[in-house]
């Protein structure tokens, strides 16, 4: 069984920075893929950034060049390093494991993932 556990999300204000982190349990496989999702209210879960074999990248137009994403290994821990957070960033975070699709490139279709963590709230405020 893999267990997904987020920390770090907070309130901050427009412009500020968070670092999130999710710990995996019973998952080592450091050459599958894992991402980053949220959730605002009344909207549709979408991916914010994907990580994959080799440790390829791949980020929502949304996000890309203010959030990156990378994984240590030796301590089986997912990263996302938000920065020039806008209030439209505000949502629950999830972290999400693929463990079927061996080094493969990044994904933020949910659908391929089939783990997730309960997720950890970022508020930004203008």
């Known amino acids: 069984q893999v267990y997904l556990v987020e920390s770090g999300g907070g309130s901050v204000q427009s412009g500020g920075s968070l670092r999130l982190s999710c710990v995996a349990s019973?998952?080592?496989?450091?050459?599958?893929?894992m991402g980053w999702f949220r959730q605002a209210p009344g909207k549709e879960r979408e991916g914010v950034a994907g990580?994959?074999?080799?440790?390829?990248?791949l980020y929502a137009e949304s996000v890309k060049g203010r959030f990156t994403i990378s994984r240590d290994n030796a301590k089986n821990t997912l990263y996302l390093q938000m920065d020039n957070l806008k209030p439209e960033d505000t949502a629950m975070y999830y972290c999400?494991?693929?463990?079927?699709?061996?080094?493969?490139?990044?994904?933020?279709?949910?659908?391929?993932?089939?783990?997730w963590g309960q997720g950890t709230q970022v508020t930004v405020s203008s």
């Open positions: 990580i994959g074999g080799g440790d390829a990248t």
């Open positions: 999400a494991a693929d463990s079927t699709r061996y080094n493969a490139a990044p994904s933020l279709w949910s659908a391929e993932y089939n783990y």
């Open positions: 019973g998952y080592t496989r450091d050459a599958y893929g």
